[in-house]
């Protein structure tokens, strides 16, 4: 597993991370959420993980940013462990939620400029600054002042990857940020993850189950199932997968003379 | 015991809630805008409900002390009786209700829908600590609105026991002799007890109520649920907390 060193000062230039699950474990009660997931993401990539929804995704994404804590194995985050509270000081994490999670009181702009503000970077000349680049990359320039409530759920979505952008992480997450949306705005999220990424030099984990943005922008792709991780390989694998879950995940052919739900009821 | 267990679990986590917040004390100038705009929603919107009941609660003293008190010809002490019970009970105690009622409801269900909308969530991985930035400033507000408001509501209440000694014909004692009375009898450390004591409520029950609406999980009606546990709890620690701090006070004043 490749480890960048940790980050101990807030820099400009901090280097993306590399994120390492270790053998994860997690189980709400009686259920298991997480079985034994291993994998690594390498700092720089885009690592996209695939599954059906209730495979454990969000949960998994929830552990990286230490608001879960393992019920066995670890998750090593630039080298730090997630659960320890010190790694969220010294190692940057954008986490996008799938519903934004915007602060519903702020407007725009003062969601954007509440991490630099609250960790007293740079004076408010320099924050707008900052603001306005990232509400110009993912052109929301006319939404600053605008509350959440007034929001789409397109610019909702853009707002919260423009709120990660502010912070200048060295590893963002994205849960779900192509789903509730039509095709080409999903086509837009997916172009803008990629010239972030190659823009801010950033560690990427998407989670998603959307097959065109792993296809086009991942270095690789894991799909997890029933919170067991599956496969692990480049998205060129996807294409002629040898394992038939996997195939019928990614191309489920639909079949009105012997559907998915009569299956499930006969056995 | 699963009760218990979940009393004794609201205990801690209250507790850990305190200690995260007065670790960022340090930090309040910075959050001077957070302070004022919490003193304003805390002190200065829960006024008007405060007058109104005060005026009302000190009258019906008046009225019932009265009624009571002129078959003995005891008529002189209302003053000293209005003036003693408010600044040393009924001030603090009806404005920590108050507080619970309005303020408290509206800071747990403010916090429930934060952590239920995942905004909690998004502050900590931002590393910015919601005891800083949502309780720090509340707390800090409550401290320093809460004197003002139970001294608001003894003047109030004193005036409106006033206004019916003088007027209701039964009693009917002039205000110079309602006031010699209560100024007979109430003595600054009367006053001061009761501000300690309405200090030390509203400092509980904003505290209980951050903390219920943070642990808030679920959806639309845990923050229903969470809301009013918050202004039980809340009710429920006043009234306990009534006896303690009063037998307290009495003790340490003698």
């Given at each position: 597993?490749?480890?960048?060193?940790?980050?101990?000062?807030?820099?400009?230039?901090?280097?993306?991370?590399?994120v390492g699950i270790e053998d994860l474990c997690k189980n709400f009660g009686s259920l298991a959420v997480l079985k034994h997931v291993t994998f690594d993401v390498?700092?720089?990539e885009i690592f996209v993980l695939m599954g059906p929804s209730g495979s454990g995704k969000s949960v998994l994404l929830r552990h990286i940013v230490g608001l879960e804590a393992p019920t066995s194995g670890r998750v090593v985050v630039?080298?730090?462990?997630a659960?320890?509270?010190?790694?969220?000081?010294?190692?940057?994490?954008?986490l996008v939620f799938q519903a934004g999670a915007?602060?519903?009181?702020?407007?725009?702009?003062?969601?954007?400029?509440?991490?630099?503000?609250?960790?007293?970077?740079?004076?408010?000349?320099?924050?707008?600054?900052?603001?306005?680049?990232?509400?110009?990359?993912?052109?929301?320039?006319?939404?600053?002042?605008?509350?959440?409530?007034?929001?789409?759920?397109?610019?909702?979505k853009?707002?919260?990857?423009?709120?990660?952008?502010?912070?200048?992480?060295?590893l963002l997450l994205y849960d779900e940020p192509t789903s509730e949306l039509?095709?080409?705005?999903a086509?837009?999220i997916s172009?803008?993850i990629?010239?972030?990424?190659?823009?801010?030099?950033?560690t990427s984990l998407v989670v998603s189950h959307d097959r065109d943005l792993a296809l086009n922008i991942s270095d690789r792709v894991g799909i997890l199932f029933n919170g067991e991780l599956i496969s692990v390989g480049p998205p060129?694998d996807l294409r002629h997968p040898a394992n038939p879950v996997v195939a019928d995940f990614l191309n489920p052919r639909i079949?009105?003379?012997?559907p998915r739900f009569?299956k499930l009821e006969?056995s | 015991?699963?009760?218990?267990?979940?009393?004794?679990?609201?205990?801690?986590?209250?507790?850990?809630?305190?200690?995260?917040?007065?670790?960022?004390?340090?930090?309040?100038?910075?959050?001077?805008?957070?302070?004022?705009?919490?003193?304003?929603?805390?002190?200065?919107?829960?006024?008007?409900?405060?007058?109104?009941?005060?005026?009302?609660?000190?009258?019906?003293?008046?009225?019932?002390?009265?009624?009571?008190?002129?078959?003995?010809?005891?008529?002189?002490?209302?003053?000293?009786?209005?003036?003693?019970?408010?600044?040393?009970?009924?001030?603090?105690?009806?404005?920590?209700?108050?507080?619970?009622?309005?303020?408290?409801?509206?800071?747990?269900?403010?916090?429930?829908?934060?952590?239920?909308?995942q905004?909690?969530d998004?502050?900590?991985t931002?590393?910015?600590?919601?005891?800083?930035?949502?309780?720090?400033?509340?707390?800090?507000?409550?401290?320093?609105?809460?004197?003002?408001?139970?001294?608001?509501?003894?003047?109030?209440?004193?005036?409106?026991?006033?206004?019916?000694?003088?007027?209701?014909?039964?009693?009917?004692?002039?205000?110079?002799?309602?006031?010699?009375?209560?100024?007979?009898?109430?003595?600054?450390?009367?006053?001061?007890?009761?501000?300690?004591?309405?200090?030390?409520?509203?400092?509980?029950?904003?505290?209980?109520?951050?903390?219920?609406?943070?642990?808030?999980r679920g959806g639309?009606?845990?923050?229903?649920?969470?809301?009013?546990?918050?202004?039980?709890?809340?009710?429920?620690?006043?009234?306990?907390?009534?006896?303690?701090?009063?037998?307290?006070?009495?003790?340490?004043?003698?």
């Open positions: 597993m490749i480890c960048a060193p940790p980050e101990s000062g807030r820099t400009d230039t901090a280097p993306a991370v590399a390498k700092p720089g630039g080298g730090l462990d659960t320890d509270e010190q790694t969220r000081e010294k190692v940057r994490m954008g915007l602060f519903n009181s702020l407007s725009v702009y003062d969601n954007l400029a509440l991490y630099p503000r609250e960790h007293h970077i740079g004076g408010e000349a320099e924050i707008r600054q900052k603001v306005h680049h990232a509400l110009q990359i993912l052109s929301l320039e006319n939404a600053a002042a605008k509350l959440p409530s007034e929001l789409s759920g397109g610019m909702r853009r707002v919260a990857i423009a709120r990660a952008l502010v912070m200048e992480p060295q039509d095709p080409v705005m086509a837009t172009e803008i990629a010239s972030v990424k190659a823009q801010y030099k950033v060129a079949d009105i003379e012997h009569k006969a | 015991m699963n009760q218990l267990n979940s009393i004794f679990a609201g205990v801690g986590s209250t507790v850990q809630l305190l200690l995260r917040a007065a670790a960022h004390v340090p930090s309040l100038p910075r959050q001077r805008a957070r302070f004022f705009e919490q003193c304003y929603l805390i002190g200065y919107t829960t006024l008007p409900i405060v007058a109104i009941l005060m005026f009302s609660v000190g009258a019906v003293l008046a009225l019932q002390s009265g009624y009571a008190m002129a078959e003995y010809g005891a008529k002189d002490f209302i003053g000293s009786l209005v003036g003693l019970s408010m600044a040393r009970e009924l001030g603090p105690m009806m404005v920590a209700i108050l507080v619970a009622g309005r303020v408290g409801s509206a800071i747990a269900a403010e916090l429930a829908s934060m952590k239920v909308y905004e909690v998004a502050l900590e931002m590393d910015i600590s919601p005891a800083r930035i949502l309780v720090l400033p509340r707390l800090a507000a409550i401290l320093f609105m809460m004197p003002v408001l139970v001294m608001i509501a003894n003047l109030v209440g004193w005036f409106g026991g006033a206004i019916v000694s003088r007027f209701v014909g039964m009693i009917s004692i002039s205000s110079d002799e309602y006031f010699a009375a209560l100024r007979g009898s109430v003595k600054i450390h009367d006053v001061a007890d009761g501000l300690a004591k309405g200090e030390v409520f509203g400092f509980v029950v904003v505290l209980v109520c951050c903390n219920i609406g943070l642990n808030t639309p009606r845990e923050i229903g649920a969470s809301v009013t546990r918050a202004v039980v709890v809340s009710l429920v620690m006043i009234l306990v907390l009534d006896y303690f701090v009063t037998k307290l006070l009495l003790a340490t004043s003698t």
